[in-house]
């Protein structure tokens, strides 16, 4: 049963991470309190965990990240609470922005922190999005609703009102992550949407700024070019500030940094980062059409892996970017049958084992995958025995081969489990990638399923 006296809860971890001098900020995701520490060091992995309610502990992307389940959400601001606002101490704060400009890896870091604090935020309203879009076309599929329908655009325009206006909400969360006045920051991605200047998309005659002229692009769903937009507005916001008398900031650090960096955007940014985003997705697509049942294969069996290791943000700007310019994704139709996989072991973990708390535990585990939150699946049975999880990875594989032979894609964002199977709808009707996915994802539940009752001692224990 889940834990539930949050005050405590939260001291205990906080405690156990070093106490609040240790911790430079702390957030949540959908099932894990995501803490930035000035010394990863000191903290003992294994203190961490025996911590009742904690799941496990994941090092990745620049982040201490602590699994703890859906009711992170009701525990982060208790966390909050006990820093009081404060959180590490400024020479905490030097001693973490030291070692993240020297470490190796810090420009990985910080990719990943960006691509989580900017977009993360987003991803249950585009969702939902997702799920009512996949509704919308089966009611039209059978008649019930046409596009023309008052009804129809309604529903619609709240479903696809975040992604029209992406870069402006990416655009504010950037301004909170490169510490830039998220507002000015949503008004660089308003700017990039402004309905005079998008009529120069493809026109004949270019926009010119003095007298340079501007290609202009479409920057809707877009979310590199806003991301970089910000970077950089960023630290021109710290410059003017500098140069600007404090009793003139107000007015005139916004009006610098829009007046420079807009134009900037225009010119520079917002074309170069556009190249390389379809150049990424053209070289992760055309791997994965080149061989498409050998990709669907791994990223079937393995992707739950980078999942443990909190970087899976990485892809979203990529299924994205497939998303708005191919209007549909096939990378991401794979990888969600690696939820059901997970799903399945925990029904053949459940089905198997004795323990009568150890198999309760299994069947909220497995409610959970089939909702789209893997972690307890992953903490409470797949890693208590490595052939578990294995078992997954032989589950997710096959249907991730016969996704990729049958060339399942997916066509809206929305969530995974069984909320992702209206983002499998092809706006044009049911077609393979429905049906296709349909059987994938049963294949991998029932493969794993079956793995994992095999595998499992019947008189495991809660220390097994």
């Excluded at 955007?265 to 150049?279: E, Q």
């Excluded at 070289?283 to 970087?311: E, K, T």
Aim: hydrophobic share 55%.
């Amino acid at each position: 049963m889940a834990r539930k006296d949050y005050p405590q809860f939260a001291a205990e971890i906080v405690a156990a991470v070093g106490g609040k001098e240790n911790i430079v900020s702390v957030a949540h995701c959908m099932t894990r309190l995501r803490f930035v520490l000035a010394d990863e060091s000191i903290v003992k992995d294994d203190e961490v965990k025996k911590v009742k309610g904690v799941m496990g502990v994941v090092h990745g992307g620049g982040q201490y990240q602590i699994p703890i389940g859906t009711q992170v959400a009701d525990l982060c601001p208790e966390v909050e609470k006990l820093l009081g606002g404060a959180s590490a101490t400024d020479a905490a704060k030097a001693k973490a922005d030291s070692m993240r400009v020297v470490s190796k890896d810090s420009w990985y870091n910080r990719f990943f922190k960006a691509i989580a604090g900017c977009i993360i935020p987003s991803i249950a309203p585009m969702a939902a999005g997702g799920i009512i879009k996949g509704v919308l076309t089966i009611l039209t599929t059978f008649g019930v609703l046409a596009s023309t329908d008052g009804t129809y655009m309604i529903f619609y325009a709240a479903a696809d009102a975040l992604m029209c206006f992406f870069p402006i909400i990416v655009g504010f969360s950037a301004g909170k992550v490169f510490g830039m006045n998220p507002y000015t920051a949503a008004c660089l991605g308003a700017a990039m949407l402004y309905p005079n200047l998008a009529a120069f998309v493809g026109a004949e005659t270019p926009l010119t700024f003095f007298g340079i002229p501007v290609t202009m692009l479409a920057y809707q769903q877009t979310i590199l070019p806003i991301l970089l937009a910000v970077f950089v507005g960023s630290k021109i916001e710290k410059l003017a500030k500098k140069l600007i008398p404090q009793i003139l900031q107000l007015m005139f650090v916004p009006t610098v940094v829009l007046c420079i960096t807009f134009p900037l955007t225009l010119l520079v940014v917002g074309p170069v980062m556009t190249v390389v985003s379809n150049g990424v997705a053209g070289a992760i697509n055309g791997l994965f059409n080149l061989a498409p049942v050998v990709c669907g294969g791994i990223l079937g069996a393995f992707w739950q892996l980078f999942v443990m290791m909190g970087i899976h943000a990485a892809m979203i700007p990529i299924i994205i970017n497939n998303l708005t310019t191919l209007g549909f994704c096939p990378v991401n139709a794979i990888l969600g049958l690696t939820v059901w996989a997970l799903a399945g072991v925990s029904l053949g973990y459940a089905l198997r084992v004795k323990n009568k708390e150890l198999k309760a535990t299994a069947f909220g585990a497995m409610a959970s995958a089939l909702c789209g939150i893997t972690e307890p699946t992953i903490y409470t049975v797949a890693l208590t025995n490595f052939k578990r999880f294995i078992a997954a990875f032989i589950g997710g594989g096959i249907a991730g081969v016969i996704g990729g032979a049958l060339g399942i894609k997916f066509y809206t964002w929305a969530g995974d489990g069984l909320f992702r199977i209206p983002g499998m709808i092809n706006p044009a009707g049911l077609d393979i990638s429905f049906y296709g996915f349909l059987i994938c994802a049963a294949v991998a539940f029932a493969v794993s399923g079956a793995i994992a009752f095999f595998v499992t001692d019947p008189n495991e224990d809660a220390q097994a």
